[in-house]
Antibody, heavy 119, light 109 residues
Framework: QVQLQESGPGLVKPSETLSLTCTVS????????WSWIRQPPGKALEWIGY???????TYTPSLNSRVTILIDTSKNQFSLKLRSVTAADTAVYYC?????????????WGPGTMVTVSS | QSALTQPASVSGSPGQSITISCTGS?????????VSWYQQHPGKAPKLMIH???NRPSGVSNRFSGSKSGNTAFLTISGLQAEDEAHYYC?????????FGGGTKVTVL
């Protein structure tokens, strides 16, 4: 079955760029949207944005100026870049799959990776 | 855009039924059928329990059911079991992406 796995640095300095990659195994990237979702410690989930197989993106308005999501279909991966981070960006970051015919239904998730923003 | 509104906590005894509400607006819940519910145990990734307001994915217990009325969605857990103790999050599709609720802690007494 399809599995997702996040990877990237667990510690990022303030003002620098957070970079994460999600590797998709056991399935194709087509016919799905691929999202990044984060969860600050003890707080609620926050959707960051998604990318389609063709590369079209949508980002949440509050992060739109700092976020870039890219897709590499040859490697079955998609990635997140969040610029100019602050302590408020400290969170568990999840990647997730969303069927194009079931919008908002994230049916497969990665285990999540904790990213701490600190000097 | 503000998060969808959920009660902070709901509790019930084993075997009872509980209902969690999720209130939004006509720009999210009221405007689309794409409402989902997720269960999250501590330290784990969320699990999809309901999609399109009332549809259960394969493998999810039929003790979980969802509905929607106007700008509010509901998740009902019947026959409450100890394993149902977790956080539950609603979400809705919007024109600018997905919006999550603030989460509800379900406690089995």
């Amino acid at each position: 079955q399809v599995q997702l796995q996040e990877s990237g640095p667990g510690l990022v300095k303030p003002s620098e760029t957070l970079s994460l990659t999600c590797t998709v195994s056991g399935g194709s990237l087509s016919n799905y949207y691929w999202s990044w979702i984060r969860q600050p410690p003890g707080k609620a989930l926050e959707w960051i944005g998604y990318i389609s197989y063709s590369g079209s993106t949508t980002y949440t308005p509050s992060l739109n100026s700092r976020v870039t999501i890219l897709i590499d279909t040859s490697k079955n991966q998609f990635s997140l870049k969040l610029r100019s981070v602050t302590a408020a960006d400290t969170a568990v970051y999840y990647c997730a799959r969303e069927p194009v015919e079931k919008l908002g239904a994230f049916d497969v998730w990665g285990p999540g990776t904790m990213v701490t923003v600190s000097s | 855009q503000s998060a969808l509104t959920q009660p902070a906590s709901v509790s019930g005894s084993p075997g009872q039924s509980i209902t969690i509400s999720c209130t939004g607006s006509n720009r999210d819940i009221g405007g689309y059928r794409y409402v989902s519910w997720y269960q999250q145990h501590p330290g784990k990734a969320p699990k999809l329990m309901i999609h399109e307001a009332s549809n259960r994915p394969s493998g999810v217990s039929n003790r979980f059911s969802g509905s929607k009325s106007g700008n509010t969605a509901f998740l009902t857990i019947s026959g409450l079991q100890a394993e149902d103790e977790a956080h539950y999050y609603c979400s809705s599709f919007t024109s600018t992406g997905t919006l999550f609720g603030g989460g509800t802690k379900v406690t089995v007494l």
